[in-house]
DNA sequence: CATAACCGGTTTTATTCTGCAATCAGATTT
DNA sequence: AAATCTGATTGCAGAATAAAACCGGTTATG
């Protein structure tokens, strides 16, 4: 379960790593819905992933150096996955793949609003973005930015769009 | 050969484009190295793409829009691919991935200059690039930019880094 | 204390995708 | 006439993917 190295152009090397259907679905959710365990990436998953696919996937995305695994203390058998740095780094290309599924593809609103605000916000929200993910993924409280919530807002707009597609509530 | 439609994020519908190995490995030879035909993508693929991936991902990439065939007045069998203006704009997507990869993964010297570069000219350059390519594969003469290719300013940074590493020649 | 729900997966089976090598027919070059 | 070049196609084996059922242990609930 390591890289082919078929050449050592970056762009290659990295779409050995995230070039499948899988792989950068499972960082997104874990880097924009928050999703840490197991269970919660399988069920609240958008796309409908396998739970042996989600298995193999994480296995490999821990042997790549995308995420960890660790055991959470409040029940015996569930593992939290957390990013590590290499994973967070994926955020500009993120904010790079979703502006081109913006533009490109048959997208839904309330699913682009957060791509559109990823977009909007350019390097300084990316970094700010980031650092979040670090306090929560690294548990790196320093890295936490002053400020709002990156992820809180992305999710309120996300909201903010639910309920004004769903019309009076 | 379309699209799933898994869901309506801009992420997930992405990477039902270019989620796999070989698609944007030939989308970056049609852009950074110039390929337009059949045996060109074949003979000078670094990875070494099969004949029949190859034939079924021009013709995926067609169907998609991102790329366009048109019979070489030259050679009756000969066909020129040419990158659509959606295959263009992923020039920024190449970018962060380019640059991604640079940092966390094995990259060669020689093939990471283009990266290096596109990723420190930013937008700036990208737009340069971009206009370019429309030069080139949408036949918008108007859009070629004025100033240095910058198709020819990547490829000397790397003949530059070849001859370097190889020592006097 | 019984039981139902939840936990991170594994197993099974079927289908699809991939990679490799050989091959193809027509067009061009030598 | 022969060799080479063109964009592919075919056949085959092995790998990857997908759907569904299932698993033993853990925790919450009545």
């Known amino acids: 379960m390591t890289l082919d190295l078929r050449s050592g152009c970056p762009i290659n090397l990295t779409m050995e790593v995230i070039g499948d259907r899988w792989s950068l679905i499972i960082l997104r959710d874990m880097m924009f819905g928050n999703r840490r365990h197991f269970r919660e990436l399988l069920k609240h998953s958008l796309e409908g992933i396998a739970s042996n696919i989600l298995a193999a996937r994480l296995k490999r995305l821990m042997d790549l150096g995308l995420i960890t695994r660790a055991d959470d203390p409040s029940h015996k058998q569930k593992a939290i996955y957390s990013l590590t740095e290499a994973a967070i780094q994926l ?14 593809l048959p997208v839904t609103e309330e699913l682009s609003i957060r791509a559109q605000l990823l977009e909007e916000g350019g390097p300084d929200l990316w970094n700010d973005f980031m650092a979040e993910l670090r306090a929560i993924h690294l548990g790196d409280p320093a890295a936490q930015p002053p400020g709002k919530s990156v ?3 992305l999710n309120e707009a996300y909201e903010a769009v639910v309920r004004r597609n769903n019309g009076a509530c």
Chains 1, 2 share one sequence.
């Open 151 to 153: 992820l809180a807002r």
């Open 91 to 104: 955020v500009p290309v993120m904010a790079a793949i979703g502006g081109w599924g913006r533009r490109h």
